[in-house]
């Protein structure tokens, strides 16, 4: 699909945290079921992959911040699974950056 580390002309720096993700179980409710994506550029698009290449979701970034948090729930609303997942963030200009993140889920 893509590689690792793979961007455009311009390097992108987005960092994935907190990575790997370590999380209870569904019925505690004072862990936060999200990912955080930060520096990233102002406008892009993050598109989220399984590790097999199956299209997880798509979180358009367009509010002009450095910062933008997913709830890891699949484009049809569906939590995600204990995994290894893929983003790449594309911008307008052709920018690219992809790279990987853990979920642990407790039971």
């Known amino acids: 699909l893509y590689e690792e580390g793979e961007t455009?002309?311009?390097?992108?720096d987005v960092s994935v945290y907190p990575n790997p993700y370590i999380g209870a179980s569904l019925s505690e409710e004072k862990y936060e079921s999200k990912i955080n994506f930060i520096k990233l550029p102002p406008n892009c698009r993050i598109n989220i992959y399984s590790l097999a290449g199956d299209f997880i979701d798509?979180?358009?970034?367009?509010?002009?911040?450095?910062?933008?948090?997913?709830?890891?729930e699949s484009r049809n609303k569906q939590e995600i699974a204990t995994g290894l997942y893929v983003y790449v963030i594309e911008t307008q200009d052709g920018r690219r950056q992809v790279g990987k993140f853990v979920v642990l889920r407790g039971e």
Not at 8 to 12: N, R, S
Not at 58 to 72: A, F, L, P
């Open 58 to 72: 798509t979180i358009v970034h367009d509010d002009g911040t450095t910062n933008e948090s997913w709830k890891m």
């Open 8 to 12: 455009g002309d311009d390097e992108l």
